[in-house]
């Protein structure tokens, strides 16, 4: 046998969760009473958009339940089979490239940038504590604090939504930004970035505030208040 099943006690749990929810579908069938109020479920489209969803998480749970250890190779395939330590799931094996690309820290989900400040040799020679780029996570980016935003919806548009209709969200750096921003805001202020400034500079009045060290943010930001429109 190529692998040894192994159960853990969490294991055990989902299956037994699993074997209370077919035993449920199979009372509420032989039932008029309560099959007949999920047949209305059955014929919402809200309803079935979140029998997808929670079916995902069911299959990549029960995926992730199925553990087991590789056995392992054996000069001259002879003797008693001997099995690796580490414990792996079936999802593991499915998402085996993922495992092979690790990151020296934990950051935020689309990220490009590390979670913690590091020490950080520029170009010209001189060092700086900032946070760095990570090592797989937008690799393919060469500027994330412009195109990141452009590169998830680029890829994700088109899969959201059916015909007729189309759902949008605000996501990315640009979005994580100004959310920031409203944050560090104090009662009645309005801050505002460089960028935001270069646009309206000729129509409202501000003062600078300086630069703020913003959780997601690689750089310190340049921000500036709002003060009002000019005469």
Same mark, same amino acid.
């Given at each position: 046998m190529p692998f040894q099943p192994v159960i853990l006690w969490t294991d055990r749990l989902v299956f037994l $969760?699993?074997?209370?929810?077919?035993?449920? !579908?199979?009372?509420?069938? #032989?039932r008029v009473h309560l099959r007949t109020p999920w047949r209305k479920v059955g014929r919402s489209r809200y309803g079935m958009c979140s029998l997808v969803v929670l079916s995902v998480f069911v299959v990549i749970g029960l995926l992730d339940s199925l553990h087991y250890r590789p056995r392992l190779d054996q000069p001259g395939g002879k003797g008693p089979a001997?099995?690796? !330590?580490?414990?792996? =799931? !079936?999802?593991?094996? $499915? !998402?085996?490239? &993922?495992?092979?690309?690790?990151?020296?820290?934990? =950051?935020?989900? $689309?990220? #490009?940038?590390a979670y913690a400040k590091e020490t950080i040799e520029r170009p010209d020679g001189t060092q700086a504590r900032e946070f760095?780029? &990570?090592?797989?996570?937008? +690799?393919?980016?060469?500027?994330?604090?412009?195109d990141l935003t452009y590169d998830v919806v680029r890829r994700t548009i088109g899969a959201v939504g059916f015909e007729g209709r189309w759902d949008y969200g605000a996501?990315?750096?640009?979005t994580n930004l100004a959310a920031r921003l409203c944050?560090?805001?104090?009662?009645?202020?309005?801050l505002i970035a460089q960028r935001v400034l270069a646009s309206v500079e000729? $129509?409202?009045e501000v003062e600078a505030v300086g630069e703020l060290e913003l959780k997601g +943010?690689?750089? #310190?930001? =340049? #921000?500036?208040n709002l003060v009002g429109l000019k005469a």
């Amino acid at each position: 046998m190529p692998f040894q099943p192994v159960i853990l006690w969490t294991d055990r749990l989902v299956f037994l $969760l699993v074997a209370v929810i077919i035993v449920a !579908v199979w009372y509420i069938r #032989a039932r008029v009473h309560l099959r007949t109020p999920w047949r209305k479920v059955g014929r919402s489209r809200y309803g079935m958009c979140s029998l997808v969803v929670l079916s995902v998480f069911v299959v990549i749970g029960l995926l992730d339940s199925l553990h087991y250890r590789p056995r392992l190779d054996q000069p001259g395939g002879k003797g008693p089979a001997n099995f690796a !330590v580490d414990v792996r =799931s !079936v999802f593991d094996v $499915l !998402v085996d490239p &993922l495992g092979k690309r690790p990151e020296r820290t934990y =950051s935020a989900p $689309l990220a #490009a940038y590390a979670y913690a400040k590091e020490t950080i040799e520029r170009p010209d020679g001189t060092q700086a504590r900032e946070f760095p780029r &990570l090592k797989f996570g937008g +690799m393919h980016l060469k500027d994330p604090d412009n195109d990141l935003t452009y590169d998830v919806v680029r890829r994700t548009i088109g899969a959201v939504g059916f015909e007729g209709r189309w759902d949008y969200g605000a996501i990315g750096n640009v979005t994580n930004l100004a959310a920031r921003l409203c944050g560090e805001a104090r009662p009645g202020q309005i801050l505002i970035a460089q960028r935001v400034l270069a646009s309206v500079e000729e $129509l409202v009045e501000v003062e600078a505030v300086g630069e703020l060290e913003l959780k997601g +943010m690689s750089k #310190a930001v =340049s #921000a500036f208040n709002l003060v009002g429109l000019k005469a």
